[in-house]
């Protein structure tokens, strides 16, 4: 034994210090990789994760563009079930509709968490959770019914939802048409008219184009900030994640507080006028005080407010950025217009079944400009058995609804803007299971009506009393890039609304 270490101590002392220090450097991390792979735990295939950083320099170098198309090679080299490690958190990534439809709907009960664990989420709302979109279990199952109830509610008020949408897109209309014809960016004011409907329900209150309310801004510079991307699901977010983000949430809910305030001093439990009366009524009556705690109904306001708001605005924003590019389209759905609702009045919900070209051309924006590409994140509740490989509880699990709407086995020629492929032979239109921007399962999507009720009306009319064309000398914008932060959404670009 002896002369096996005199031997070894000579050989290193001729390999110099350097070439030993990287010796048992790779020694050790080799050994680290081989502990680090749980027996007990059969991974779906995925890219090579290295100590501390998991596979975030790959996915630095092929999101460096940061579109939803970026990882969509990944899925050929390890197939449609995907493991990756974000720093040292696991994550599984679903690439087909079976996959998603398997995990969200037929293993509800055991994903449909959101992991809550991770630094930048337990940072935003505290390791248990708040209001709908971050809540888990039995908590967040009577939160949401209490918040789908009391949007029905808003909805089924004095003046109902889809009046309060109506008046907003003839706002809209009024505002653009201030620019006889010129070229202007639509960004801006589809921004603050979709943020005012849900305004509207919250606040009970709208604003003005010129105004910008503090809320919006601040909504904006911290959408604008996410550029944290996968980051933002590991521990190293501590360290790295912009600062700013937290301090423009903590900015956001002072400005919700001082609402509330405001609110409290009218406050007649006789007269629900909005969400934050309905915040400051069940808060009083501490309903079920476990559940309906303030942090509780407050996150809600928040949920809303940012869930709400760039979504739809996106969609809207992606629409004419379509119309631009296909006259063709943007002419039939006039059409369209002209002979269901004509110039005399505003669309409304039950135009929707007599306007096949219409909903076809929405479904279709909705598909190719994906607006919430990977969904939402979440989490395994317990161990969990998905296409045959074990996935153990606390693991992160990310539907990739992009891929899915832009699958030829689902959707023929998936890169091209055609709303006929959403109509049958008699002009109808078609359903198809694998339509899913807003997500499946009981996560799916809270404001899925409101968001298709806000899309349809808006935008019939602005059709209805616009053409909308590239400015002379400008480039027509992409169809297909945009911005990958938490939502997808379109480049700048400028349009000139024509008045039909
Ligand atoms: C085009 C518009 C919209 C799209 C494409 C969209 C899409 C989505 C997606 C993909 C999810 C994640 C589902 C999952 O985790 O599996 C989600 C969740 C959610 N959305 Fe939307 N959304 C839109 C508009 C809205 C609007 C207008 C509201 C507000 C009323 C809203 C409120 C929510 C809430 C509260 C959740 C969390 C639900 C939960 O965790 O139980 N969304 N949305």
Redesign the pocket.
Known sequence: MANVVQSLSEFFATLGLPTVLIFVVVFLLSLWMLSSRNPRVNWPPGPVCFPVVGCLPQLMISGRRRQPTDLLPWYDTYGNIMHIKLGEQHMIMLGTYELIEEA?VKNAATVSD?PNWVYYIRRLVGKDGA?????NGHA?KEL?RF?LSS?RDFGLGRKSLQEKIQDEARYLVQNIEDENGKAFAPRDRIGKA?SN??SI?VFGARYDYEDTPEMLSVLEESERLNKGGPLAFTNLARLLFPKKKFVLMDELYSLIRQEVERHRQSFDPTDIRDFIDLYIKVTQERLDPEIFTDWNVFR?IV??YT???D??A??LRWSLVHMVNHPDVQKKVQQDIDQVIGQGRVAKMEDKASMSFTEATILEV?RMS???PL????ATSEATTLAGYTIPKGTIIL?D?YRVLHDKNNFEDPYNFKPERWLDGDGKVIKSDKM?????????????G???M??FIFFTTLLQNFTFKVPEGENPPSGEEGLHGL?FSPLDYNVCAVRR
């Not at 969904?375 to 979440?378: I, R, S």
């Not at 899913?436 to 899925?448: A, D, H, M, Y």
């Open positions: 969200f959101r209001g709908v979109i971050l809540k967040w949401r918040t949007l979709v409907i849900i329900i809600i949920d809303l869930a709400g708001t979504t739809t996106n969609t909705f994906t607006v919430a969904g939402g994140p979440h539907g609804l899913i921007p807003f997500s499946v399962g009981p996560r799916i999507c809270l404001g899925k409101l968001a298709e806000e899309s939502t």
